[in-house]
């Protein structure tokens, strides 16, 4: 009985020689089980359905003007994220103002508006920017950086809208899902 002491003095308290013992069977190697569940996680995020895709763009043509939007779709937590707006004039716009429904913006933080509109409002339930007269041929591009807070998780939905003055030229809706 003496040495079998001395044997459990040479092991930390809470181990024993048998934790030292060689494994056989099936212990002896990892879970084929873990393999498939990491394998599934990589093959989905491979998809770009966990974000990391590029941003898709959406691409509107009405009489007054072509609009692009390109935005990240899904957003995550946490994350900084690019919003670009693109707006090709076909006639004279005296007034171009964006609009951006408020329920898009919720739980977000924006960063950065480049260029930095004239004027901002709010009005009909839209965040709204004024910004110089385009000629017909003419190119107005804003870059928006934002982030999301880190309650928001579910999906945000709204439309960007080209307006000149109050009369609405065209509007692009989204829906953009949020990923914990």
Known sequence: MATARQDDAAFPDGLDPSHAEPVSGLRAHASPLAFIILGAIVATAMTGALGGA????????APAAVME??????????LFFETHIRVVARQDIAKPVIGIDAALWRDLTINSQIPAPSDESFADGQYRFDYPALKAGDTLEIKIDGQTNPPL???LAGTITLLDGDTRLSAV????PVLP
């Open 153 to 155: 998780v579910g999906r």
């Open 54 to 61: 590029p941003a898709p763009v959406t691409t509107i043509n």
């Open 173 to 176: 809706a989204l829906s953009i």
């Open 69 to 78: 939007v390109k935005v990240a779709r899904p957003l995550r937590s946490g």
